[in-house]
């Protein structure tokens, strides 16, 4: 859709997906590094504007292109586009862990689907988030803790949310080093490990130490090139992005029902969002693996208590798949036409939605 949509307006599927909007910073940083020269479209954030935007991503851009020669802009999006099929591989794995191969089969066809799947094809942090998240929970799942300990820390490096899977990975593992305490109103272990086995071992704290790392790193890199410890969050308020408790994104719900003029992309992030809530609660009814709830609680609980960019929160809930389990379950359940009818609408809707965020809309998927 995207592809025919930008043909007839004469521009290449290529430069809409791989050099636009966010993509441009990514690509500056792994070219020039957070130094001059200025990003035009930096006007938010100022001279220090970069410092915002995690050092993952454009890195390994770096390096493949050091390594191939290859132009920066077809690595990050060939980049992109590998790492999202490595997190459909990843979000199966988890969901087929829990619920089985059924489940896990409409997990990734409702992921593939959702109004802005689109990023899962752009030069963004998303796809390569979304993979380092799904398989570090499903190394938590399968007790691999130093595994999901550096997924974790590389997630931390990637995007600021990734202090949702930080919180995964530690407090998962911290669960595992309380004592068992028994009786019959003892809650089981969210994830069984070392817990029913004997004494907890260093792998356990060697997650909680690594997981933190690569986020932490980060942001005290940021603070000592701005000469004060809270630098990174400086650089955040000059975006207008800040913690306020959910008021901004209340206040922007609430625009929808007093304001006369509002756009498609509007309404779509406003009942993403709600819906969001929604899935989170029902989410919480059938007790998950506190890990794997924890996750997709803290990663809502980011984006709807963060102000500024009610237009990008949608693209900022994309990773938090487990909200997507119960509907998989209840399409696995569902007779066939009834799939059919759901998803082939839904990915209808969604790939022409996907056309007007890059041809009509003039912000940011």
């Known amino acids: 859709m995207v592809a025919a949509w930008g043909h007839r307006k004469g521009v290449g599927l290529h430069e809409i997906l791989a050099t636009r909007w966010d993509s441009v910073f990514y690509l500056s940083i792994a070219e020039h590094g957070y130094s001059s020269p200025m990003v035009p479209a930096c006007q ?84 390569v988030f979304t993979a380092l998240t799904a398989w570090a929970l499903y190394a938590v799942l399968t007790r691999a803790w130093l595994t999901a300990g550096t997924l974790a820390l590389l997630a931390g490096a990637t995007r600021p949310s990734g202090l949702a899977v930080i919180a995964a990975v530690t407090l998962g593992a911290a669960w595992q080093l309380l004592p068992v305490t028994g009786g019959h109103g003892a809650e089981p272990p969210a994830v069984p490990d070392e817990r029913a086995h004997g004494r907890p071992t260093a792998r356990l704290y060697g997650a909680i130490v690594l997981a933190p790392l690569g986020w ?26 800040t913690f306020d408790g959910g008021t901004f994104t209340v206040q922007r719900l609430r625009d929808l029902f007093t304001q006369p003029a509002l756009s498609l992309d509007d309404v779509v992030v406003a009942g993403t969002v709600i819906t969001a809530i929604i899935l989170l609660c029902t989410l919480a009814v059938r007790r998950p693996p506190a890990a794997v ?22 693209r900022f809930l994309l990773p938090a798949f487990p909200l997507l389990f119960p509907l998989a379950t209840a399409l696995a359940r569902a007779r066939t036409t009834t799939v059919y009818a759901v998803l082939t609408g839904c990915a209808v809707a969604s790939a022409c939605y996907s056309g007007y965020l890059t041809m009509v809309w003039t912000h940011s998927p």
């Open 44 to 127: 938010e954030g100022g001279p220090t504007c970069k410092l915002a935007f995690f050092p993952l991503y454009p890195t390994l851009i770096r390096g493949v292109c050091a390594v191939t020669g290859l132009p920066a802009d077809w690595v990050a999006w060939g980049m992109a586009l590998a790492a999202s099929l490595l997190a459909a591989w990843g979000i199966f794995a988890v969901a087929e862990k829990l619920y089985g191969a059924r489940v896990a089969l409409f997990t990734v066809a409702l992921y593939a689907v959702v109004p802005h799947a689109l990023v899962q094809s752009m030069a963004y942090t998303e796809p």
């Open 216 to 241: 932490a790193a980060f942001v005290l890199w940021v603070g000592h090139r701005m000469h004060r410890w809270d630098g990174y969050f400086v650089e955040q308020r000059r975006w207008g992005s």
């Open 293 to 314: 709830w924890i996750y997709a609680a803290a990663l809502v609980l980011i984006t709807v208590c963060g102000a500024g960019y009610f237009h990008a929160k949608a």
